[in-house]
């Protein structure tokens, strides 16, 4: 009973990754007649990046944890975010609405729920998933998703104010402490800290959507 138990928290737990950026890209786009393109872009381009980033990473180090963890941090960063800024700078460069940030946002976010929600699948059968499998990744699913999104906003309002120079290393230096403090610390220390460093972001990302104006006719 407990076998059979696991096996459909680890089905829901997947299932709930894979579902929330779908939903919320369709309620996005619902509430707002965003463009979706963007989505689908962010998507795809996170296959090289990641897989760059798993060759690079190879070649760390692991007798330091400490050391492991900060540098992985500031690797993903790095790329995560450079990526999103050379994209939205010089790729979807008729895409230059606040809206299309969120998309996009939406659209990376969903790489990484897409790989979260295999290896729950993964695990059914093994016996092996925490118990507690199905209520963190609905939590992972939100906090992932508003993570991703706040800042991609960040990125985008540096380059629609042209203050890229302090945006992105801001966004490169949030991700990779994001990133290293999941490493370093164990979980009960980790949520509280990754809940306020997410809501810091979102924070500054709704002030720096109510600065930017309406760069296209039509946005409300």
Known sequence: MVTVMTDVN???AGLIRLITPLLL????????GARLFPAP????????????????RSGFGQDDPFA?????????????EGTKYLVLCFLLTSYDSRKDAVTYGIGHGAYEAFGAGMACFGLIGLDAAAPDI??????????????CIGL?????????????????????LLHAVSNAVGG????????????????????????????MGTPYEGEA
Not at 42 to 49: D, H, K, R, S
Not at 68 to 80: D, T
Not at 163 to 168: E, R, T, W
Not at 185 to 211: N, S
Request: aromatic share 18%; proline share 3%.
């Open 10 to 12: 680890c089905l829901l």
């Open 25 to 32: 890209l369709i309620l996005w786009y619902k509430k707002t």
């Open 41 to 56: 872009v962010a998507f795809l381009i996170c296959f090289p990046v990641f897989i760059l980033g798993a060759a690079i």
């Open 68 to 80: 492991y963890y900060i540098q992985q941090g500031l690797l993903y960063g790095i790329l995560e």
């Open 134 to 147: 199905l209520w963190m990744n609905l939590w992972m699913a939100v906090e992932a998703a508003a993570f």
């Open 152 to 172: 991609t906003v960040l990125i985008f309002y540096g380059i629609y104010t042209s203050n890229s120079k302090v945006m992105l290393p801001v966004a490169i």
């Open 184 to 211: 370093i610390l164990i979980e009960f220390i980790v949520i509280p800290i990754r809940i306020l460093l997410t809501a810091g972001i979102c924070f500054a990302a709704y002030r720096c959507w109510q600065e």
